[in-house]
């Protein structure tokens, strides 16, 4: 079965969609999904810029002196990507939660109406 460019649309698409959550929703934790869409979008298009049909493991030592390998770099490069992602959603959302706290509400135009 040959998926073709099928991956990189999905990535195209959570990028649109995680861009659209983050220009046009005023809720705070919309646009944490937002922002978590976008790094999931480039996360997939990291691993299948890498990705090769016929291709062995990387970690692989025992393939043949001719034999394609996956690219490990994007690979590596998603990974770090993930730990970084996780650690700006955690701080995204404490943040919310301190908004909430502190305003009592999650909307943005609201918090700019009770600025002062």
């Known amino acids: 079965m ?12 959570l990028v649109v969609f995680g861009l659209y959550a983050l220009l046009f929703k005023r809720n705070l934790i919309k646009m944490v999904i937002g922002v978590s869409l976008v790094e999931t979008g480039v996360n ?6 890498g990705y090769r049909s016929d291709g062995a ?3 692989y030592t025992y393939a043949n002196a001719g034999e394609r390998m996956v690219l490990p770099t994007p690979q590596a490069l998603t990974l770090t990507s993930i730990v970084i992602g ?3 959603t955690a701080l995204l959302l404490s943040f919310a939660v301190f908004v909430h706290g502190h305003y009592g509400t999650l909307d943005v135009r609201k918090i700019k109406e009770l600025r002062g």
């Open 86 to 88: 996780l650690a700006t």
């Open 2 to 13: 040959n998926v073709g460019n099928f991956p990189f649309v999905i990535a195209a698409l």
């Open 57 to 59: 493991a990387p970690i």
């Open 44 to 49: 997939l298009f990291l691993v299948m810029l």
